[in-house]
């Protein structure tokens, strides 16, 4: 093991410490910052409004893709997607050896870590595209809780909302089960909507978007209730919260696009007595939050993350830029490329002879999708709404999002902002270099070399050594996998339903005992699972 792997491992487990703070993520889907707390008046979020004004809520968070699964792979491995082979919709891509889930590391401290429910990682098992890493997570699913961890641990918890899917607004069954929470004073009112001047004015279309501020309200009750549950089991003040959604609102130009209506994102962070009630412009991307936690958990942050922290003991300097990629969705292929500062927006089309608009089978199920093609076919779309729906895209477009937040006066061609154009250019094209952007190999060409005949290449099954005897008394053992990057989980449970723990130093056993391995790396199959046995002497 290399001097400088050795040194991060140690400083991890480090001398005894008083108790880190235990940290919580509620997380929801397909939301932008459409919230009473960042000025939308029509918004009712009295829960999470009451959040923000406990903490900072950060005015600039950006996902780095419009869409959920190339998102999720950000946030869990703190990297862009398109730097790890994960950045087209559902592609299940192999990461290079050394990059892990971040949790590990906190795992490694001592944290007890839950995932309730969705993964959505973008680095399924073979068949499985919801398949979690074991080295992940204490528990993940939707029984796992901070509540089971053992007594005296600091906990990192996750709870995902997903009510404001986009398949709950458009699903009659699935709005009618997520809405029934919400009292119907506080229903939206389809006629009083305020819509972007991209979508053209028809009952359909302002269904869809009161319908989609109806089920941000139910997300407010879910956040309310895990919030008041804290309170009530005294960890409060103990607790750094996090509130986020994963990319923007699930409608047509929002999700699944690197306009700021598919990537801007609320971010909320409630830390007692550290942050005081504020708001920040500072520029984050979501890849930024796992750094964040282990800052604020006082661990390092791993120098390959490119995530930066944006609190705790390790805050980095504030971004000048966050970074945007739009790719294969689903079945239709594409190739955007973004950078925004805090006033303006870059985007480079690879692929601008392809329309905008190109048939998605799932995103084609919203009805203000149906009714935006209708209009469309009909020759009824006006102004802004056209653009959308051009047979082909600008090579380049540039917006100045404080002027023109819904993004429809392109200036690339302005001779005015030919220089902004310029400098804007230059640092996406680095950022792709710096990064090593994916976006322009052919998927099947990297679904090649990562998988030669379409085979998952497994990890190997770890190493116990001493492999089982009789021993007199305690006994050490150790794991060891010759699978470059893997990590190792072990279990003394017995049972088809153990709980897998993260081996990171030699273990102390105690006769009769069974120890049982298994080892996974990120975009491998995971090994199979070994054993020894221990008996007393």
């Known amino acids: ?97 050394y990059v892990k889930c971040f949790p590990e590391y906190l795992r490694r401290a001592g944290y007890y870590c839950t995932n309730n429910a969705k993964t959505d990682y973008n680095l399924g098992q073979p068949g499985q595209q919801q398949s979690v890493p074991l080295t992940a997570w204490d528990e993940s699913g939707p029984r796992a809780h901070y509540r089971n961890r053992p007594p005296g641990a600091s906990f990192f918890a996750v709870f995902n909302h997903e009510r404001s899917h986009e398949g709950r607004i458009r699903g009659q069954a699935d709005s009618k089960e997520a809405l029934a929470s919400v009292p119907r004073q506080h229903r939206h009112d389809p006629a009083r909507a305020s819509l972007p001047p991209y979508y053209a004015d028809t009952p359909v279309i302002r269904q869809d978007w009161a319908t989609y501020y109806d089920l941000v309200s139910a997300v407010d009750l879910q956040i309310g209730e895990k919030l008041r549950q804290l309170d009530q089991e005294g960890l409060a003040e103990n607790t750094v919260v996090f509130f986020w959604g994963d990319h923007g609102r699930g409608l047509p130009r929002a999700k699944r696009w690197i306009y700021d209506s598919g990537v801007r994102v609320p971010l909320i962070v409630r830390w007692p007595g550290r942050l005081n009630a504020s708001a920040s412009d500072e520029l984050v991307s979501l890849i930024d939050l796992g750094p964040t936690v282990l800052s604020v958990a006082g661990l390092p942050v791993p120098s390959y993350m490119q995530g930066r922290p944006f609190l705790g003991e390790r805050k980095a300097r504030p971004r000048p830029y966050v970074f945007l990629a739009r790719d294969r969705m689903d079945e239709t292929y594409d190739m955007m490329r973004g950078v925004r500062d805090k006033r303006y927006k870059y985007i480079r089309n690879y692929q601008p002879e392809k329309p905008y608009t190109q048939r998605i089978a799932y995103m084609d199920e919203m009805p203000t999708m149906k009714e935006l093609r209708r209009l469309d076919a009909e020759g009824k779309l006006q102004g802004p709404q056209k653009l959308w729906f051009r047979a082909a895209k600008p ?67 770890p190493v116990i050594t001493p492999a089982g005897g009789r021993f007199p008394g305690p006994v050490k053992a150790r794991l060891e996998c010759p699978t470059d990057g893997a990590s190792i989980t072990y279990t003394t449970d017995a049972g088809e339903r153990p709980h897998w723990k993260l081996y990171h130093r030699e273990l102390t056993l105690t006769p009769p005992a069974r120890l049982r391995a298994r080892a996974c790396r990120l975009g491998f199959q995971d090994s199979p699972e070994v054993a020894a046995e221990f008996a007393g002497s």
């Open 395 to 461: 090579g380049e477009e540039l917006y100045d999002t404080a002027q023109d937040p819904h993004e429809v006066r392109n200036l690339a061609e302005s001779p005015k902002h030919r220089p902004l154009l310029a400098r804007m250019r230059r640092v996406h094209q680095q950022w792709m270099k710096d990064i090593a952007d994916l976006g322009e190999a052919p998927e099947p060409q990297l679904q090649q070399r990562w998988r030669p005949g379409g085979k998952w290449l497994a990890t190997a099954a």
């Open 1 to 97: 093991m290399p001097a400088s792997r050795r040194a991060f491992l140690s400083s991890l487990l480090g001398a005894a410490t008083p108790q880190r703070p235990n940290i919580l993520w509620l997380s929801c889907e397909d939301m932008s910052p459409d919230l009473g707390c960042y000025g939308d008046r029509w918004a009712h979020t009295p829960h999470i409004d009451r959040l923000a004004g406990q903490g900072r809520r950060f005015t600039n968070a950006f996902s780095v893709a419009g869409v959920c699964a190339p998102s999720r792979s950000g946030i869990i491995t703190c990297m862009y997607p398109s730097s790890i082979g994960t950045h087209h919709m559902r592609s299940q891509g192999v990461p290079p050896a």
